[in-house]
């Protein structure tokens, strides 16, 4: 069997298995600390929350070194994130994920085969007042139907909403951006999930604040590699 092989070498099978023992190692962890410290006991462990956090840590470390099946597992894991939510009350976590699990299509298409994978690029500023638009849109449209439905937490849910749909165009897009924005998600997310009473997914989210540090450093080297690359390849001129 012929192994695909991503810019940098490394083989498809060699980055999904170490996506696996990430995120079992990592869900493994997140538990020890909750039973640790109090947050939980082996008896009240929720199954649907272990998977849906166990595929999230894959998926996200499949996006940071470029693997464009990032996307189905993403997929998978939105929808057990959307019925988890949906069963704590939060109404727009819970939309956002169900609305993430079938556009995840875009950014699959987006991102192209791993041998010939979007280069990672800047946001053009002339875009930045559109994505202002349309983030303070999708804030408001979540707070209204999460307050007219009774959902906990309608604010910051919210701003979850609205922030994780801009984040995820820009990392379906490759823009560095992408990892400044869902920083300040994480930040929001950890209140949220901790107050709402769902420490593992909570205790999760710190992990995903620290990757945003790693994304972006892993992000902006390939970005520069593909530049190096591009300036090799172009012809020298010289005079006749």
Not at 151 to 158: I, K, Q, V, Y
Not at 198 to 227: C, D, M
Request: net charge positive; hydrophobic share 50%; glycine share 6%.
């Amino acid at each position: 069997m012929k192994l695909q092989l991503n810019p940098k070498g490394a083989s498809l099978t060699r980055h999904i298995t170490e996506s696996i023992i990430i995120g079992v190692v990592l869900t493994f962890l997140s538990y020890a600390v909750g039973i640790f410290a109090g947050w939980l006991t082996p008896a009240g462990l929720n199954w649907l929350e272990v998977f849906a956090v166990l595929t999230s840590y894959a998926c996200t470390y499949l996006c940071v070194v470029e693997r464009r099946i990032n996307y189905p597992i993403g997929a998978i894991s939105s929808a057990a994130y959307a019925v988890l939510f949906m069963q704590s009350g939060l109404l727009s976590s819970a939309i956002l994920n169900a609305y993430l699990a079938p556009t995840l299509i875009y950014g699959w298409l987006r991102w192209r085969k791993d041998a010939n994978a979007r280069p990672v690029t800047h946001v053009e500023l002339k875009w930045l007042p559109v994505y202002v638009i349309v983030a303070a849109a999708g804030y408001v449209g979540a707070s209204l139907i999460s307050k007219s439905f009774g959902g906990a937490m309608a604010w910051t849910d919210s701003i979850i909403l609205a922030g994780t749909i801009l984040a995820q165009f820009l990392l379906d897009n490759k823009k560095l951006e992408n990892w400044a924005v869902w920083a300040m998600v994480n930040v929001f997310a950890i209140y949220t999930y901790w107050t709402i009473g769902l420490p593992l997914v909570a205790f999760q989210y710190i992990f995903f604040l620290a990757n945003t540090v790693y994304g972006y450093i892993t992000w902006k080297r390939s970005k520069e590699q593909a530049h190096e690359t591009s300036t090799l390849k172009e012809p020298v001129l010289t005079e006749a």
